[in-house]
């Protein structure tokens, strides 16, 4: 079964850059399509992005332009690059992806963004 690890959370200042990080556990992450959600204090848990198997990537339109993700299949390791960083960005972010029936989450990694 896969299971799924964030990091690269943080404290960072407005106007500034993080990479988030998840790595995968099992042998089929290739075949995967994986994305990150967010989830504000106080506020549902929100898409953010995601990318197939074959790297086509879509994007929330609250991020689009400054959020960039990827993947590494060797590494079996997606990444969310997020730049221009801005308060409203804190929050919980979360690893997802689905295999057969399941829906499997991360553990999450926080990333806050104040002065």
């Known amino acids: 079964q896969v299971q799924l690890v964030e990091s690269g959370g943080g404290l960072v200042q407005p106007g500034g850059s993080l990479r988030l990080s998840c790595a995968a556990s099992?042998?089929?992450?290739?075949?995967?399509?994986m994305g990150w959600y967010r989830q504000a204090p106080g506020k549902q848990r929100e898409f953010v992005a995601r990318?197939?198997?074959?790297?086509?990537?879509a994007y929330a339109d609250s991020v689009k332009g400054r959020v960039t993700i990827s993947r590494d299949n060797a590494k079996k390791t997606q990444y969310l690059q997020i730049n221009s960083l801005k308060p409203e960005d804190t929050a919980v972010y979360y690893c997802h992806t689905v295999s057969g029936l399941l829906d499997i989450w991360g553990q999450g990694t926080l990333v806050t963004v104040s002065s």
């Open positions: 099992g042998s089929i992450f290739r075949l995967l399509t």
């Open positions: 990318i197939t198997s074959g790297g086509s990537t």
